[in-house]
């Protein structure tokens, strides 16, 4: 789609012809370098065009280090071309490396050129290369220049330049915030609005994106590409899914599927989407099973070229957690989430056996060192990882302490520190410590040098603004919203800031198309009022005192019962047992059950007569005799 437009930049320059023509001029280009020509440098631009041309990249690259000679002394005659090439194979190192050769001040150098043909074909090919690579902003900030210098179509064409301007917001939309779109909305092109609605969907705003991607579907089914048809509708199954109807997200992806060339990208990611939906389990699901379906091999295969950089982290990342949720080893590299699974799956003995308990136990200890040794590198990822484990076994004193020492340590406005700050607030209200929170927010706004850079954190600002009027706070979060309502217009923010009272008709509209009905029938319970619950908890708690305390009356009255009949009363005739403080055994009355040894007295006791002359040895008795011996001696048999 608007991605070609670099090749398109390329046909401007002066070799138009077939494929097979193409190769032709490449063969002559090279006969006259191999000859010997007055003008090496023009004739090897022209042979990397034309190599381009046939997309033969690698062949190009193999070019540039045969003729390394002409490179070297007239390689700024070709300097877009070697760049492009850079960057269609991804080869960074070599793009970075060029570029800044040519642009020393980077992106504030950038702007600041002399805007002619050849300039403004290098800084697309930054364009693009910035956000194939992640590198959203500077991406933004180039067309954004692009589309604002670009006088009456002097060097662009206006409308591909506002789909290029759109790209970058599609991964951050908040960059709009600091500079609005150049470019205005028109239903020219289907690719336009096709960037729109991916903007809207960063944005949460999937009714709004679903109107533009039926207008955009509409339009390329008119000119039946089949490509931009089927990235509209695997754009509209994502936003389908976003929104909860699942049931028309899976619709159009398994129609994709059918029609779709098995084992191309598009396919695969197609395939990815639909196994989303399935709820694996860590017990039953055979990952090595699944990872075959999903065909990794052929992902991992593919690269920046074939994929977004969305597209390729979420493929990575996916990846990784099979093979930790497969008991597999994950190799430690350049990313915070390999570095952080790495750990944790050589700390745990099984990911998938062994309790959260015994491994929230684990995890604790070992990021309690990380971040006495520092903040920075993968530890904010392995404290995530560690919050999740602790939070699930509900350790909620243990999960604040580690983030109160991250943050101790951690005195930045860094990305890292407000999400360690989210998640604190939202502990400290599951416990109840409101002191604790009234703190750590006079110590954001404290910790805060410059009120300008509000901007770069929109989101999380607003968060510690309602959260400071949660407190009552009403005079610092004023002060805040003040400062969003410059760059985000929201009703609601205004009607804060505007001090407007509690308007019922503004209610009204809210609630106009809820059907009550079909709520109460769905299972949810209606709200009731504070006074009325509580009158209802009132009445049934008086009588379960009252059942409880005529209960506790009956079992007094039964013990009170029986303990006057097995007593008697002061005034009996009777007079107290005199061997009461003699042991049991020992007294008159005892009578020992039958088969029980009589040897066994209490310790003090008086031993029996019959016991005595058990144990009395004074009486010796004969030895038996031999006649006896022999009387009873039998004979044997003969």
């Known amino acids: 789609m608007v991605k070609d437009n670099l090749t398109n930049l390329l046909s401007q320059l002066n070799v138009e012809s077939t494929h097979n023509e193409h190769s032709k001029a490449e063969q002559t280009c090279l006969n006259l370098l191999d000859g010997g020509c007055s003008n090496p440098g023009q004739i090897f631009k022209h042979c990397l065009i034309a190599v381009i041309k046939q997309d033969?990249?690698?062949?190009?690259?193999?070019?540039?280090?045969?003729?390394?000679?002409?490179?070297?002394?007239?390689?700024?005659?070709?300097?877009?071309?070697?760049?492009?090439?850079?960057?269609?194979?991804?080869?960074?190192?070599?793009?970075?490396?060029?570029?800044?050769?040519k642009f020393k001040d980077g992106i504030d150098g950038i702007l600041k050129v002399k805007m002619t043909s050849k300039n403004r074909g290098l800084l697309h090919a930054r364009a693009q290369f910035c956000y194939r690579n992640g590198k959203y902003e500077e991406s933004y900030k180039i067309y954004h220049y692009l589309a604002s210098s670009n006088d009456q179509e002097e060097f662009d064409n206006d409308l591909e330049l506002a789909c290029n301007e759109r790209v970058p917001l599609t991964a951050l939309p908040n960059l709009e915030v600091s500079s609005p779109l150049f470019s205005k909305l028109h239903d020219e092109s289907y690719d336009l609005l096709f960037n729109e609605s991916m903007i809207l969907s960063a944005k949460e705003c999937y009714q709004e994106a679903i109107e533009l991607l039926t207008r955009a579907l509409t339009m390329a089914k008119g000119d039946g590409y089949e490509s931009d048809i089927n990235a509209i509708e695997l754009q509209l199954a994502y936003v389908y899914q976003m929104m909860g109807e699942k049931d028309d997200s899976k619709k159009l992806l398994n129609n994709l599927l059918t029609k779709l060339e098995p084992g191309s990208a598009f396919q695969l990611i197609v395939k990815n989407n639909i196994n989303s939906f399935i709820d694996f389990s860590k017990y039953s699901t055979n990952f090595n099973l699944l990872q075959r379906n999903l065909n990794f091999e052929k992902l991992n295969s593919l690269n920046l070229q074939n994929l977004t950089f969305e597209q390729w982290s979420t493929i990575q990342r996916n990846y990784m957690f099979l093979q930790l949720f497969n008991n597999n080893k994950v190799q430690?590299?350049?990313?915070?989430?390999?570095?952080?699974?790495?750990?944790?799956?050589?700390?745990?003995?099984?990911?998938?056996?062994?309790?959260?308990?015994?491994?929230?136990?684990?995890?604790?200890?070992?990021c309690?060192?990380?971040?006495?040794?520092?903040?920075?590198?993968?530890?904010?990822?392995?404290?995530?990882?560690?919050?999740?484990?602790?939070?699930?076994?509900?350790?909620?004193?243990?999960?604040?302490?580690?983030?109160?020492?991250?943050?101790?340590?951690?005195?930045?406005?860094?990305?890292s520190n407000h999400i360690v700050k989210y998640i604190l607030f939202e502990l400290y209200k599951v416990t109840g410590r409101h002191n604790s929170k009234r703190m750590l927010l006079f110590r954001t706004l404290t910790t805060l040098d410059n009120w300008d850079s509000i901007e770069q954190d929109l989101p999380f600002w607003k968060h510690v603004a309602f959260q400071n009027l949660t407190i009552g706070q009403t005079k610092d979060a004023k002060k805040i919203f003040d400062v969003i309502k410059q760059h985000d217009n929201n009703e609601l923010i205004e009607s804060i800031l505007s001090g407007e009272s509690f308007n019922i008709e503004k209610c009204?509209?809210?609630?106009?198309?809820?059907?009550?009905?079909?709520?109460?029938?769905?299972?949810?319970?209606?709200?009731?009022?504070?006074?009325?619950?509580?009158?209802?908890?009132?009445?049934?708690?008086?009588?379960?005192?009252?059942?409880?305390?005529?209960?506790n009356k009956k079992r007094k009255e039964q013990k009170l019962k029986k303990f006057l009949a097995t007593h008697e009363s002061a005034s009996s005739s009777k007079f107290p047992d005199p061997e009461r403080w003699v042991p049991m055994r020992d007294r008159s009355t005892y009578r020992p059950k039958r088969r029980q040894q009589l040897t066994k007295q209490t310790q003090g006791g008086?031993?029996?007569?019959?016991?005595?002359?058990?144990?009395d040895i004074s009486k010796k008795t004969p030895p038996p005799g031999r006649n006896n011996a022999k009387k009873n001696k039998k004979k044997g048999r003969k």
């Open 56 to 101: 033969k990249y690698e062949r190009a690259l193999a070019l540039l280090q045969r003729y390394k000679h002409i490179d070297e002394k007239y390689g700024s005659q070709f300097m877009l071309e070697k760049l492009y090439i850079y960057y269609k194979l991804n080869q960074v190192a070599k793009f970075e490396k060029l570029f800044s050769s």
């Open 606 to 615: 008086v031993m029996s007569k019959k016991a005595e002359q058990a144990l």
């Open 508 to 551: 009204s509209e809210l609630v106009a198309d809820i059907d009550v009905d079909e709520l109460i029938a769905s299972g949810i319970k209606p709200l009731e009022s504070t006074l009325r619950k509580k009158t209802v908890d009132n009445k049934a708690n008086k009588i379960l005192k009252n059942k409880m305390q005529l209960k």
């Open 368 to 415: 309690i060192s990380m971040i006495n040794s520092g903040t920075t590198g993968s530890v904010i990822g392995f404290l995530l990882l560690t919050l999740q484990l602790l939070i699930v076994e509900k350790q909620w004193d243990n999960s604040i302490r580690l983030c109160e020492s991250f943050l101790n340590k951690d005195k930045s406005s860094s990305k």
């Open 332 to 366: 430690s590299k350049s990313t915070i989430l390999s570095r952080t699974l790495s750990n944790y799956s050589n700390l745990v003995d099984n990911v998938s056996l062994e309790t959260y308990k015994t491994q929230s136990k684990k995890l604790y200890h070992h």
